[in-house]
């Protein structure tokens, strides 16, 4: 009989043929081998509640009925074809209705990529070459978007720190860096360079909110030096609301990007703006000079539309973003709750539908303040939960909606747990 394989017989595989030993996104020292609704396995068949949801796109929870029975229905039709489809105009369609900025968007394969052409977007539609990013932002893994993401030393703003090898130096040249969180910094930076084509930001920075005002102040700044602002709504979008951190906070940018939840866990992202902007696309519009060349093989494709389309077809139902919050704030409160009792210096930050916690009492409210006061303590907690039988990545916990009463209580003890190893050491 075949013999099923270990998680450690997968991890020894694994590390023979991928560097690092596994897929450069997480802890390669575990191996899911299914999930369903809030829960997932390891090889090993161990159960875990899942508030990593793969990194945000299974905001329904794994194997969500209707959007299974939806992809089911396409597969027989085609997986991908290359040229235009229904499915991928249908939700061209419904992003357009949702997403106050897009009147028309465009479709790539990853988030990454959608921010690399949103990037190169504003400098055909400014004639602008430079971007302002803030350190810590992400954006992917374009060059530009590889610069201050995660630098280990803290050097004068705006120098840019490329976060990868093989990135020239050229890049750099073209990108300005500032602290989140600070107008002043930004209005000194585009008062001083006039060649700046866009500011690209995550309205809610990894887990730190933008202050009152902040995005506004932005919006005001981009309107008076005639700079495009990019929301990155990768992870934003379809979560915070329907119409993603610019219905929420009421801010419209000039072009955002959107992935993970539009794809329904299969490979799409969008980027969406004006139809004045997004003309960059069409060559008969804007001539050979200003046109952006775009194509990818698995943009729109069928599959990925249809799980996307019906994955906010149940999010448009009544009560889900309260639902979502709702879940999300009894996790805030059992963490801070039982930290608080415990003696343990913590703050929770982020958004009921988004958040994670710093181990501090220091206001987070930039790369460089957003820190714990021990990082020792947050791995250990981040061990323990994941003892428990909690899965998430040590700096982000994303509610799903398919989490559960039993699943909060199953949450509860872990945290009490945890909660007990860290205050032990
Ligand atoms: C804010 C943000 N932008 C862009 C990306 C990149 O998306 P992808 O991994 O689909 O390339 C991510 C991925 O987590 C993200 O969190």
Known sequence: MHKLNTQSEWIARANEVLPAGGFGNFDPGVIIARGEGAHVWDEDGKEYIDYLIGSGPMLLGHGHPEVIEAVLQQLPNGMTFFANNSKGIELAEAIVAAVPCCEQVRFVASGGEADMYAMRLARAYTGHSKILKFEGG????????????????????????????????????????????????????????????????????????????????????????????????????????????????GVTPDICTLGKIIGGGFPLAALGASAEIMQHFDKDCVGEGKWLMQMGTLSGNPIAATAGLKTMEVLRRDGTYDRLRTIGRHLQKMQSEALSGAGIAHQICGDDALFDIYFTDRPCRDYRTATHDEPQVNTRYNAALRQNGIFKAPGKLYPSLAVTQDDLAWTEDAVNAAVTAISAD
């Open 138 to 249: 992400y954006h992917g893994m374009s060059a530009e978007a590889q610069m201050s993401l995660a630098p280990s030393k803290h050097v004068n703003f705006p120098q840019a720190i490329p976060d990868s090898a093989g990135i020239p130096q050229s890049v750099a040249d073209q990108m300005l860096i500032a602290p989140f969180n600070d107008l002043e910094a930004v209005a000194a930076l585009l008062a001083e360079h006039g060649d700046v084509a866009a500011i690209i930001v995550e309205p809610l920075q990894r887990i730190i909110p933008a202050e009152p005002g902040y995005l506004q102040g932005l919006r005001n700044l981009c309107d008076k030096h005639h700079v495009l602002l990019i929301f990155d709504e990768i992870v934003t979008g379809f979560r915070l609301a329907y119409g993603g951190a610019q219905e929420r906070y």
